[in-house]
């Protein structure tokens, strides 16, 4: 009786790699946004909310959602190449400017509305911050640290008689604003 065996030999490799990776991306919407006006709230109402006479003319580093976090590359030459780092950056890192047409003869605010802003300036709440609300491009409001206030450019604040008579602000007022988080 004849007995048939059969062999076969064969190598199991290791199999591919496989790596699964994450990101969280953010898609901008199209926006044009709306006719809602802006506002300002101090914590625990110390002062009453600011709600804009007019929105900004324009504005930067804000869409509808901040662009405060610019993303940064930087390359430095190795011995044998090029090292690139690319560092995406933090939502703080840029300011968000908010900018009222005027000139010496033209105003586009209120004296009233200049004073509140100011008033909230000058007197920044103390471990905490105040909340604003850019409702003409989202409903998220962002924690903020008042920067600065200019008019006419300078962080003097100047005053034209004829207009400050008729409660009027002349030269073009810009509001600087640090966004340091979403509000609940």
Do not use: C
């Amino acid at each position: 009786m004849t007995i048939l065996t059969s062999q076969t030999t064969f190598t199991i490799n290791a199999g591919a790699v496989s790596l699964d990776e994450s990101a969280e991306i953010y898609l901008f919407p199209e926006n044009t946004g709306s006719l809602a006006l802006r506002e300002l709230h101090y914590p625990a109402d110390k002062y009453a909310p600011i709600t804009y006479e007019q929105n900004p003319y324009k504005w930067e580093n804000f869409d509808s959602a901040p662009m405060t976090n610019m993303p940064q590359v930087k390359s430095e030459m190795t011995l044998e190449s090029v090292q690139v780092v690319h560092w995406k950056g933090y939502m703080p890192d840029k300011p968000v400017k908010e900018y009222w047409a005027g000139s010496d003869t033209t105003s586009s605010v209120y004296a009233y509305f200049m004073r509140r802003l100011w008033e909230y300036f000058v007197d920044p709440p103390v471990g905490d911050y105040i909340v604003w609300y850019p409702k003409d491009r989202t409903e998220q409001g962002y924690l903020v640290k008042l920067e600065a206030l200019t008019i006419g450019g300078t962080d003097v604040i100047s005053f034209l008689d004829t207009a400050i008579r008729n409660s009027m602000m002349v030269w073009e007022m810009i509001l600087q604003l640090r966004i340091i988080g979403e509000a609940d």
